[in-house]
Antibody
Framework: QVQLVQSGGEVKKPGASVKVSCTSSGFSFTSYGFNWVRQAPGQGLEWMGWVNGDNGNTNYAPRFQGRVFMSTDKSTSTVYMGLRSLRSDDTAIYYC??????????WGQGTLVTVSS | QSALTQPASVSGSPGQSITISCTGTSSDVGGWNLVSWYQQHPGKAPKLMIYESNKRPSGAPNRFSGSKSGSTASLTISGLQAEDEADYYCCSYAGGNSWVFGGGTKLTVL
């Protein structure tokens, strides 16, 4: 069955960087794109960006441009999301989601990133 | 890229029907027939309930339906059940491999 398994929670200091992984199984990795969506505590969902599972092409939401990077490793069917220059308001659960057509049909379990001095 | 507009909360009694609206612009909801809806229970990942504005994936109960008119999309839940109590988010494709979510609606089943 389709599975997206994310890496464990992280605690970072302001100004640091974080890299979250999302390892997929149960489908052809290169046939899909992947999106990253975050959710701050008690807040709604926010789209961060998209990465193509085949060629690694990306598109980032304007508010994250210059601070976020997304990549793939086809050999391990893993997508990565990195965020630089962390601030306290980056504290959130970060989700990867498989793009099927124009929607997100399967989601990872989420990774809590806490930014605190 | 501004968030789509949803009501903060809606409520209904078991067996009743409710509708959640999602308003965007001609750049997102109005420009594409590509609105999806997600259900999120506390502490859980979102779950796809409607895609392409009015299609239901396998696994989503048939009491969930979607529609769209102009720049406003709607999610209707008929025959409310206790397990439908959750947060609901709309999401629209906005062109160029970009998406935008709504602010979310908390559904309370009375």
């Amino acid at each position: 069955q389709v599975q997206l398994v994310q890496s464990g929670g992280e605690v970072k200091k302001p100004g640091a960087s974080v890299k979250v992984s999302c390892t997929s199984s149960g489908f052809s990795f290169t046939s899909y794109g992947f999106n990253w969506v975050r959710q701050a505590p008690g807040q709604g969902l926010e789209w961060m960006g998209w990465v193509n599972g085949d060629n690694g092409n990306t598109n980032y939401a304007p508010r994250f441009q210059g601070r976020v990077f997304m990549s793939t490793d086809k050999s391990t069917s893993t997508v990565y999301m990195g965020l630089r220059s962390l601030r306290s308001d980056d504290t959130a659960i970060y989700y990867c989601a498989r793009k099927s057509g124009y929607d997100f049909d399967h989601w990872g379990q989420g990774t809590l990133v806490t930014v605190s001095s | 890229q501004s968030a789509l507009t949803q009501p903060a909360s809606v409520s209904g009694s078991p067996g009743q029907s409710i509708t959640i609206s999602c308003t965007g612009t001609s750049s997102d909801v109005g420009g594409w027939n590509l609105v999806s809806w997600y259900q999120q229970h506390p502490g859980k990942a979102p779950k796809l309930m409607i895609y392409e504005s009015n299609k239901r994936p396998s696994g989503a109960p048939n009491r969930f339906s979607g529609s769209k008119s102009g720049s406003t999309a709607s999610l209707t839940i008929s025959g409310l059940q206790a397990e439908d109590e959750a947060d609901y988010y709309c999401c629209s494709y906005a062109g160029g491999n970009s998406w935008v979510f709504g602010g979310g609606t908390k559904l309370t089943v009375l």
